[in-house]
């Protein structure tokens, strides 16, 4: 592998990617595989993975230890969202991509620059032979250790080393964390470029984290890390382009191959080719080895767009992330739906992106679902552009000027469905801009709307009506405090708020009477000053309970001076969080009093409440809560990493947990999962909570869902020592141990790219598995067999019962095929005496039928049809014939079978044998008697 090597400048991606991590393998590191393309530990700072050092992120952090201090990797990454933003530029120029794989070398407080720097050098001019000549190194124009040691490591001028300023050549992790000086190596693409931004390549950059930074320091002072470390990434595309020799990344094998299979298909979906020219002929002239080029016709842009956002689309779905309205999911749909704007200006015609064949992902497991997905979005996408076409042209033809009004744009995203980036794009094709800041304007009072037409939604009954905006301008004293983490019950609480009444009169009481058995069911909304109800959130339904409240004296239940004769006992049934953060507390008034009377009582400026939560309820859903946890942890631990959490329901009697992922659990799968679990409630770990600075939270990995919504502190539920970590506000156990026995129900598809597990655990899991065995108990005793010997026993009898079924469709083909009585009957002279012979014809039998069917299956029906007609008559042989077959049978030992045969055949010049009780034969054409039984019967019956 030494030295420059004849015909280096072919080296395909593949070895280029192994080479480098063989290389540094060699050199003391460690191989690490790609990590997802979903930031790992919840990183919500990140819309995707974007850089070789992200899954490293919490090792330089100081908040996560490996096994190792050295490591390599290749890395698929995203820049298509956030603060790295390749998109719009992807297609257009020679460099940029929407996915690309990182070749990176790291030290986590081993080596530093000078070690870093050896490396580099070594690897580009000695492992793949680059000349010294055409390489260019910068570095941070203050950093003199760098620069002495390109001189040192790899001889090079002071004019090949180049500095620049902290723009160029500083590299920060965030406002506040390591950061610290970065030298970036160019390869010189020749001085017949006249442009230096386009003539010098970057290929790696080096980035020597040094310092720290703290984000509230105004001084901007650095602070020396005590173990500097290294993070340096290479893009396998850039690498690749040089050593095959060619102008741009699109013209290496990374996408040569694919474009090629995009060109195939976008040529079939364009009925009206342009100047005579097709995509293949654009491509091959691209791609001419003589003399390729990069060209800027809209259809070669078009044909690298839709190759590279191919590459990218499936990469990410593979990983989890499928295309929705927010977040990663909405880029996904931006790219989709860029590819098939770029293909559509060009010409193409309905859905062509799920058509183009994908080697590299086709023989990934659920590549039918992702390929799926694309087909449906392309679906989509052409029924929204379809349902809001008129609209958006009135829109683009009443704009003054070139600007559309920010309120077009909302009402075409509100309507019509059109995003905000489709009318961008639509309005830039004819030469116009779209007012994002009266668009965004518009949504933010939507919302404001939305938000103050339902507190809740229309699901919370009496508070339908309730304005969230009311709720939330009240002071914060109305708020109140939740205790109900460390209490379920709360005694003199007082009554910050009663609203919402309602009440509504039984079907049937027309009369609106309220006494007795026709009292008025009423519900009304309550907030405490201290409440001890959990309100609905993060997937774990609302605590129910009740509350007494003391009436005050003077009112219509205080006729007893006695404190107990006064309270009054009202049902908590629900509990849900207010648009104020409030926690509301859904209740209903107790028969025998009236609405208006329950609230006069609550209103009270005396009242006592004393607030009680459903225990058995609250323990159900507490240990539900923990299992969801540990069910997470499992899920990735067994399907891998890229799970992350869609949904989740956490009730008192099971939980419900929906997660990203291709195709369906196998059994295998779903019994690890079940066991890992168990395994983790057995362990007995502590379940332990912390209120943390959110930046901590995330330094310490806990994995929280992307598109949440957190403050600047934070709850942390942790369960062992880094088992399970996660962002949670709910109410868990205090001990795994709670979970046992945890048993999974189900598993399933709820939409494309989402799974569905239901489970069952403590408690509740222990009566499923007594409810199991008791079934496994009772059908045993059916079967008569032991719990253990079920599932032999059953495979019994279904081997019995297939038996059964075939020897009834034989039987069944049989009886069908039967006529209601033999088409001849007579006596044909035997050995010593004239036997009874019937002849039998197939319904519907003749020649031409008995041509079209297989011999050997023809055959074998005359045979079952003759034996069952044995069977039926036994005192006579019988004959079946068809198409010039023909099938004796008899008992044996009133008419041998064979013989009869030889009988009937032979003069006939037919041929045939068998035994005494069957024998079978065929019956030349010409013999006249091939068409029927009935004509073979004729001739050997005639007197």
Not at 41 to 49: I, P
Not at 195 to 224: A, C, I, K, Y
Not at 510 to 532: H, I, Y
């Amino acid at each position: 592998m030494r030295g420059k090597q004849r015909g280096l400048h072919s080296l395909p991606a593949a070895d280029v990617r192994a080479r480098f991590l063989q290389f540094f393998e060699a050199n003391g590191h460690t191989v690490v595989p790609s990590a997802p393309l979903v930031p790992p530990g919840g990183d919500t700072s990140l819309l995707f993975t974007n850089a070789g050092m992200v899954p490293f992120k919490q090792v330089f952090l100081g908040a996560e230890q490996r096994s190792y201090v050295r490591a390599t990797s290749a890395q698929r990454c995203v820049r298509a969202g956030g603060k790295h933003n390749d998109l719009e530029q992807v297609g257009l120029t020679r460099r940029h991509h929407t996915l690309f794989e990182m070749l990176g070398n790291f030290s986590f407080g081993d080596y530093f620059k000078e070690d870093a720097i050896a490396f580099s050098w070594r690897f580009l001019t000695q492992e793949l032979g680059l000349p010294k000549e055409r390489l260019h190194v910068t570095v941070l124009a203050n950093d003199d250790e760098a620069r002495a040691l390109w001189k040192k490591v790899a001889q090079l001028s002071d004019r090949k080393i180049v500095s620049h300023g902290e723009d160029e050549n500083f590299w920060a992790m965030g406002d506040s964390g390591p950061c610290g000086p970065c030298s970036e190596i160019f390869w010189d693409l020749g001085d017949h470029i006249q442009d230096p931004d386009e003539r010098f390549l970057e290929l790696w950059n080096l980035v020597f984290m040094q310092f720290f930074r703290n984000e509230g320091d105004v001084s901007g002072t650095l602070h020396p890390l005590p173990t500097p470390s290294v993070d340096t990434g290479m893009g396998l595309e850039r690498i690749a382009s040089v050593l095959q020799n060619v102008p741009s990344n699109y013209h290496t094998d990374v996408f040569a191959p694919l474009m090629a299979q995009v060109v195939d298909v976008m040529d079939r979906q364009r009925p009206r080719k342009r100047a005579g020219r097709t995509f293949a002929d654009v491509l091959a002239e691209e791609l001419d080895p003589r003399a390729p080029r990069f060209g800027t016709s809209q259809e070669i842009q078009a044909v690298r767009i839709v190759s590279d956002h191919l590459k990218a689309t499936y990469a990410m779905l593979h990983d989890g992330i499928f295309p929705s309205n927010v977040g990663r999911g909405y880029v996904l749909r931006r790219i989709i739906r860029r590819a098939i704007r770029h293909a559509q200006n060009c010409g193409v015609e309905g859905a062509f992106l799920s058509a183009v064949p994908v080697p590299e992902w086709e023989t990934a497991p659920g590549f039918a679902q992702m390929r799926s997905v694309v087909s449906n979005e392309e679906r989509a996408f052409e029924e929204m552009l379809a349902t809001g076409k008129r609209a958006m042209e009135k829109v683009f033809a009443s704009a003054p000027g070139k600007l559309i009004a920010g309120a077009d744009a909302f009402r075409l995203y509100d309507t019509f469905g059109v995003p905000l980036d489709i009318t961008q794009v639509l309005a830039h094709e004819r030469g116009m801009a779209v007012d994002t800041v009266g668009f965004d304007a518009c949504l933010d009072e939507h919302k404001r709307k939305a938000s103050e037409s339902s507190a809740f939604g229309s699901h919370h009954g009496g508070v339908a009506s309730t304005s969230a905006g009311s709720l939330g301008s009240d002071s914060a004293s109305s708020v109140g405090e939740f205790v109900g983490y460390d209490t379920l019950d709360v005694h003199g609480a007082r009554v910050l708020r009663v609203w919402g009444g309602s009440e509504t009169t039984p079907a049937g009481n027309s009369s609106g009477n309220n006494s007795g058995e026709q009292q008025a069911s009423a519900s009304f909304w309550v907030t405490l000053d201290r409440s001890p109800f959990y309100a609905e959130g993060g997937g774990q339904v609302g605590d129910k309970g009740h509350l007494i409240v003391t009436a005050p004296r003077g009112s219509e239940r205080s006729d007893s001076s006695d404190r107990s004769d006064r309270a009054v006992r009202i049902h908590v049934i629900d509990t849900k969080r207010l648009a104020n953060d409030a926690i509301g507390l859904h209740c209903s008034a107790p028969t025998g009093l009236r609405l208006s009377a329950v609230e006069s009582l609550l209103r009270a400026s005396d009242a006592v409440v004393d607030a009680h939560v459903d225990r058995q309820r609250r323990a159900g859903c507490e240990v539900h809560h923990s299992a969801t946890h540990l069910l997470q942890r499992a899920l990735k631990q067994v399907v891998g990493d890229h799970v992350t959490q869609c949904g989740s329901l956490v009730a008192p009697d099971r939980l419900r947990f929906d997660f990203a992922h291709l195709g369906a659990l196998s059994l295998d799968e779903m019994a690890r999962v079940e066991q890992r679990v168990n395994e983790l409630a057995t362990a007995e770990l502590a379940v332990r909570t912390r209120e943390l600075p959110r930046a901590q939270a995330e330094q310490s990995g806990a994995i929280c869902n992307f598109g949440d919504k957190y403050g600047d502190v934070v709850r942390v539920v942790e369960i062992g020592d880094g088992v399970s970590r996660e962002f949670c506000g709910g109410t868990h156990v205090r001990n795994s141990a709670a979970v046992f026995p945890f048993v999974l129900l189900s598993e399933g598809s709820v939409a494309a790219g989402t799974r569905r597990v239901e489970a069952v655990a403590g408690s509740e899991g222990a009566r499923h598995l007594q409810a199991k065995d008791k079934a496994l108990q009772a059908l045993a005793a059916q079967l008569e067999t032991t719990p253990a010997k079920v599932p032999e026993r059953v495979r019994k009898l279904q081997k019995q019962l297939q038996q059964l079924e075939s020897y009834a469709q034989s039987l069944g083909d049989l009886l069908a095929a039967l006529p209601p009585s033999p088409v001849a009957r007579g006596r044909v002279e035997g050995d010593a005496s004239a036997l009874d012979v019937c002849f039998h014809d197939l319904r519907g039998g003749s020649s031409s039928s008995g041509n079209n069917s297989n011999s050997g299956d023809l055959s074998k029906v005359l045979r079952r049809r003759a034996e069952f007609l044995l069977r039926a008559a036994p005192e006579s042989a019988h004959v079946v014939a068809i198409g010039g077959q023909v099938v004796c049978v008899a008992d044996g030992a009133r008419a041998h079978a064979g013989k009869l045969l030889q009988q009937i055949v032979k003069p006939l010049g037919g041929r045939g044998g068998g035994n005494a009780v069957f024998a079978q034969g065929s019956l030349p054409a010409e013999s006249g008697v091939a068409t029927s039984a009935l004509a073979l019967a004729q001739l050997v019956l005639a007197p």
